[in-house]
C-alpha cells in the first residue's frame, strides 16, 4: 500500500531556530500534499495545501512566514518552522493522496507524524 | 468553529461486543465522510467511507452509517477486539473525495477491554 514517510519523528529544539520536517511519499507520487498539526486531545488542524511546484495555500490564521512550505519535487514536501516558539510545541502530520488499488478510490495516507518540543 | 464533531471523547466496551462511535457536522456542504485509526505516535491510517449518495458502507467488521437530514454519522465495530483500541477520528470533506480538504473531529478514544 500507499506509505507516507516522515522525518523527523521527534525533535526538541531551542526558542528562536528553525527546524525542518519532512514528508516523503516513498511509492507513489504526490501533486498535492496536507500539513495538518494536532494539539494533545484536539483534533488534526489543517494548516496548509501543498502543491507541487507552486506556492502553499495556507488556512485562515496560519502564518505563512512562520510555517514555510516547500514541495519541490512530487515525492517531497517540507514543513519549516521558523523562529520556534514554545507554544508552536505541537504534534505536525502530514498527507499525501494515494490511489487504492482495490477500489480506485483517493484516500488520504498520513505520515507517521512529527513531535515538535520548543524549550 | 467546529464543525466536525465527536461528542465523547472516549468509550470503553467488552471484548465481541459493538462499538459505536458517532460523530455530528454542520456544514451542509459536506459530501464525503471518512473515518481514520489512530494509535499513538502514528499518523491516522483509513478505516472507512462514505459518500452522501449513500446512507450505509460496510467493510468486514466495520460498517458507516450516514443519516443526512440528521448531519450524523456513526463508525459500529462488531465485533469489537482488543486490537481495535485506538483514538478514532471522524473526516468530512466537502469536495467529493477524500482528494481535498479534510475537516476532523476531535477524535474518540475506543478501549476494548478482554
Known amino acids: 500500500g500507499a506509505v507516507v514517510s516522515q522525518h523527523p519523528s521527534w525533535v526538541i529544539c531551542k526558542s528562536g531556530t528553525s527546524v525542518k520536517i519532512e514528508c516523503r511519499s516513498l511509492?507513489?507520487?504526490?501533486?498535492?500534499m496536507f500539513w495538518y498539526r494536532q494539539f494533545p486531545k484536539q483534533s488534526l488542524m489543517l494548516m496548509a495545501t501543498s502543491n507541487e511546484g507552486s506556492k502553499a495555500t495556507y488556512e485562515q490564521g496560519v502564518e505563512k512566514d512562520k510555517f514555510l512550505i516547500n514541495h519541490a519535487s512530487l515525492t517531497l514536501s517540507t514543513l519549516t518552522v521558523t523562529s520556534a516558539h514554545p507554544e508552536d510545541s505541537s504534534f505536525y502530520i502530514c498527507?499525501?493522496?494515494?490511489?487504492?488499488?482495490?477500489?480506485?478510490?483517493?484516500?488520504?495516507?498520513f505520515g507517521a507524524g512529527s513531535r515538535l518540543t520548543v524549550l | 468553529d467546529q464543525q466536525v464533531k465527536q461528542n465523547s471523547p472516549s468509550l470503553s466496551v467488552q471484548e465481541g461486543r459493538i462499538s459505536i462511535l458517532n460523530c455530528d457536522y454542520t456544514n451542509s456542504m459536506f459530501d464525503y465522510f471518512l473515518w481514520y485509526k489512530k494509535y499513538p505516535a502514528e499518523g491516522p491510517t483509513f478505516l472507512i467511507s462514505?459518500?452522501?449518495?449513500?446512507d450505509k458502507n460496510e467493510d468486514g467488521r466495520f460498517t458507516v452509517f450516514l443519516n443526512k437530514s440528521a448531519k450524523h454519522l456513526s463508525l459500529h465495530i462488531v465485533p469489537s477486539q482488543p486490537g481495535d483500541s485506538a483514538v478514532y477520528f471522524c473526516a468530512a470533506s466537502a469536495h467529493g473525495t477524500s482528494g481535498s480538504r479534510l475537516t476532523f473531529g476531535e477524535g474518540t478514544q475506543l478501549t476494548v477491554n478482554p
Open positions: 498527507s499525501a493522496v494515494s490511489r487504492r488499488r482495490a477500489s480506485g478510490a483517493n484516500v488520504l495516507t
Open positions: 511509492d507513489f507520487q504526490a501533486t498535492t
Open positions: 462514505i459518500s452522501s449518495i449513500k
